[in-house]
């Protein structure tokens, strides 16, 4: 089951992912039946693709990746690669959305955040079970110092992105999320790390936030709010 579903799943996830992105393209997205029945794609066909393909994207997450450990590569796997494409494919979906999803864009990109969000921190996890062997039990990993300390590093990357994103584009929802999320890195840092990680990885997980955090600091101002 293990090397045939991932692969299986794999191609599923190229598919819906590739059909949502053929249909913004000149490929599709402006020849028959698209233009003919442009209304009933816009409003039922697109949403529904869009639907799946992001539950395909969520299953990606309780892979453990023991199927492709002989070739497994963070980020250049089939998996990981077509589980991209669906992000990408949804998130041009939610830029162009029907008429029956307007005034939905900020649930809909906050879902979407959110899955992007899991679905690193399962890269990470994947990771560490096949280079570290670590059990690929939530649980588990969530009580493993190699774990804990990725992970404050994973979501200071991520938290430093959206603050340097939004600060550049003025967008100050971006930028208050980037900075609620280093607000969660700096507590898990303090009650859950400091007795569960080893004093290196507590080292370098500490060292690099706070590397991070100074530079942000200095480059990176919360946009004025809008009037």
């Not at 693709?49 to 199927?67: K, Q």
């Not at 550049?168 to 898990?188: C, D, E």
Request: charged share 10%; net charge positive.
């Amino acid at each position: 089951l293990g090397f045939n579903f991932t692969w299986m799943l794999s191609l599923w996830l190229l598919f819906f992912g590739g059909s949502l992105l053929l249909v913004h393209t000149k490929l599709l997205g402006k020849n028959w039946p698209f233009t003919v029945y442009q209304s009933a794609y816009q409003n039922y066909v697109l949403p529904v693709l869009s639907i799946l393909t992001f539950g395909l994207v969520l299953r990606t997450i309780s892979i453990n990746g023991n199927d492709m450990a002989e070739f497994y590569i963070p980020f250049l796997n089939p998996l990981e690669i077509t589980s991209i494409l669906c992000l990408f494919a949804i998130y041009k979906r939610i830029g162009n959305p029907s008429h029956i999803l307007k005034g939905y864009y900020t649930t809909l990109i906050s879902l979407l955040g959110a899955l992007g969000f899991i679905f690193l921190n399962s890269i990470l996890a994947r990771s560490l079970h096949l280079y570290v062997d670590v059990p690929y039990r939530w649980y588990t990993l969530f009580n493993h110092g190699a774990f804990l300390a990725g992970t404050s590093i994973l979501w200071t990357v991520i938290a430093l992105t959206l603050i340097l994103c939004g600060s550049r584009i003025l967008h100050r929802s971006m930028w208050l999320t980037g900075a609620t999320l280093i607000g969660v890195v700096v507590l898990k840092l303090f009650f859950i790390d400091m007795s569960n990680v080893d004093m290196l990885a507590k080292t370098i997980s500490f060292m690099a936030v706070g590397l991070l955090l100074i530079g942000v600091g200095y480059f990176s101002p919360i946009p004025p709010a809008k009037k």
